[in-house]
């Protein structure tokens, strides 16, 4: 549990300390100082007429600022052996930076390191190098590191080095007692570059260049910041680390595997993962995401808002692992952001996390389900399972009064070369066919296919069509006789209803409804492109009414639809009148 802050006082005052500590580190993380901001305007000008990318530019500025430091006594310099990039520079670069930084405090000289390792490497990386202080901070107050542990702390992706600077920044303001940190990295010069002249606690770092799921560390808190979608790849028969069941296969591209390595068994352990959304609901890792929930590990987990990265709109997620929990916190800080307040200011390439109500409303959430409820949950995607869930009347499983399955695997793609302009017999529905209400025929692709293997995919009346790839689920009625063959192609799900018992449009009502949304956002997978399993979708339940009250809501329904039409229609026609006025009062 998070408990950083005084259980005696008051939740009102927690969050208003939360809040108040919250804005002060933005105002820090973006401000700086004057003097520094204006330097690295400055310096920045200039630097466009050297001839090096961008990343040579800040390496051989880091040494020339480390050696002015080192001969003014202002740091030791003792990680630094060597300079790899000095004796290769322009003079005339060596001597603009010595220039540059001579009037500056040590202060300020660090302020204008750090704007321009943020600089460099957020436009090289993207996401690597925009989480260091916002994703730094918020990890650090979920460990829970204080004063009064002795912790090791391991960081097995430092990337650039910025998310360093933000972690050395935060043990200070925190006066948190760190032992050791260990991290990993590909270019170690850099980090001991940055740790000379920003590790002024003297904490003990330890960096290697290796892959660290291979490695052997004593640590007993992790932050673990891996690229979102982490791909690891085994032919190992070789059990996981955590359960002598489950093969190191299972965990073949999936972030899961980081987990594996991370949990270990002090007392005190805590680690913060961050994953993307398929780790909450992948089918391969399934049993292994049990397994972790049934023995105790997974204390919560937290949905970020989309756009934490400049680099992509996708909602990533953070695991709190610990040890000995008998309850899951689900999170959704989806919309926990704090807002520009500037009504004229740049789109926002990424949002500011209100860090203070997160870790607040993970300490208080009220989202806290049992290990055996966490364990039968097919995703576990907070938003998803925080969706208040209705009572239907005679919930009935879909399977049980029709038949679901998925349509042919077929995309537009693969029926290039046989389209033809007019009929043929054949015809594909896509799911630009479906709209709100109805589906359209007045648009049918026509295809030319002489063989009959597709003609099970083939619509029928009363078949109810939904789609299971797309930005929204539509859902459609087969509601007509054909004199073709509709082939519905990949990315819908077929529903043929026993008409004996179950109306189609009836269904269709159904999954409209807000009930029915809200059970089909039980099963969905993902949040921007969302993903329908024709399995899950056949056992979920419905509410099974008197089939003459089922033929009533079809029949309203239908009606009401009806009318819908003509308005369109009569409002197009409005729309035509009022375009051609001109036209009309000039040829009187």
Known sequence: MYTGYNNNESKLLSLLKLKILNKYEIIKARGGNIVADNKFNEMNSILANFNYNGETKLLTMIEVIHTYLKENQSIEGSRVKK????????????????NL???????????????AIENTFVSSYGEKGLFSYQLS????????LNITNDNSLFIPYTYSGDSIISLLELIKLRNINISS??????DIHLLNLILDIFNVQNINFVIKDEDFLSSNESYNKALVYSPLGYKYRTNSDEQTLMFNDISKKALNNSEWAVVDKIINEKDDFRAIVLVS????????TEIYRKK???????EGII????????????????LVLSKNNKKVKLLDASKMTIKNSSRFSERERFVTLDIGTILYSYENCNNIKSIEEVSNLNNLTPSINNIVKYEIKNPTPLNTVAEVFIGCQYTLKNFQGMIEDKKTGYSILTSSDITDYYISTSDLIHIRYDDNKLDKYAIKYGDVIVTSKSSKVKVGVVDFETNEKIIVTGGMIIVRPNLNILDPIYLKVFFDSEQGQTALKSIQKGIHIVSLNSSDLANINIPLIDKEKQEKIAKKFNRRVAAYIAYQNEIKELENYIKNIYLEEMSD
């Open 292 to 298: 972790i929930i049934e023995n105790g590990y997974l």
């Open 181 to 186: 940190v260990i991290c990993y990295s590909h």
């Open 137 to 144: 901070n918020l990890g650090i107050n979920l460990l829970t």
């Open 303 to 318: 949905e970020l808002p989309n756009k934490t990265f400049a680099s992509t709109s996708v909602n990533p997620y953070l």
């Open 101 to 115: 930084v001579v009037d500056l405090s040590f202060n300020e000289i660090k302020t204008l390191l750090k704007k």
């Open 83 to 98: 300079y790899l990039f000095i004796k290769d520079t322009d003079e005339g670069l060596e001597n603009f930076i010595k």
């Open 277 to 284: 959304g398929k780790a909450l609901w992948e089918k391969q």
